[in-house]
């Protein structure tokens, strides 16, 4: 009777000590991930951005160096989509501005992004840089410019975004 009992209790204390690893993993995995992960790195662009927003000047143009977090999470220069007759600028729905909520966005993976409010009642717009050079604005200027190799040097050299111009102007 009393061996029963006893092996009983080690079955019990075996289950228990594995749900508590189990359970002390996943405490851990989401500890590191939130530390070392994009909601820290989207946390600190936002606030930056924002307050850069609050200091500057009408007529201010800031560049902003992401290279490290484009190459990181692999944000692409540029995306052409033939088939549907598209271009696009990833970087720009990393990097958002709400004008109604007057709210930085910053979004660097598919879940998740952290807006950051600024007070200044100026316009703000981004843009994309690669060594200080904008990209062509629509699909035909860059096709044109595919086609005239006056951007194949970037889009082979550079397969991520390198920085992002801040432009501030009046409303």
């Given at each position: 009777?009393?061996?029963?009992?006893g092996i009983h209790l080690v079955?019990?204390?075996?289950v228990f000590y594995i749900l508590n690893a189990v359970f002390f993993i996943v405490l851990l995995v989401f500890i590191f991930n939130s530390v070392n992960g994009k909601p820290v790195y989207e946390q600190a662009y936002a606030k930056q951005?924002?307050?850069?927003?609050?200091?500057?000047?009408?007529g201010t143009e800031i560049v902003l160096d992401v290279s490290d977090i484009c190459n990181e999470y692999k944000i692409p220069l540029i995306n052409i989509d033939s088939a549907k007759?598209?271009?696009?600028?990833?970087?720009?729905?990393?990097?958002?501005?709400?004008?109604k909520s007057k709210k930085v966005i910053v979004k660097f993976g598919s879940m998740g992004s952290y807006g950051m409010p600024y007070f200044s009642n100026l316009k703000v717009e981004f843009?994309?840089?690669?060594d200080g050079k904008e990209l062509p604005v629509g699909l035909q200027e860059v096709q044109d410019a595919i086609k005239k190799k006056l951007i194949q040097d970037v889009l082979n050299k550079k397969l991520?975004?390198?920085?992002?111009?801040?432009?501030i102007s009046e409303k």
């Open positions: 009777m009393l061996g029963k009992r079955g019990e204390e075996i951005i924002a307050f850069l927003i609050d200091q500057a000047k009408p007759n598209t271009y696009s600028k990833p970087i720009l729905d990393a990097f958002k501005i709400d004008d843009d994309a840089l690669v991520y975004c390198q920085q992002l111009k801040i432009k």
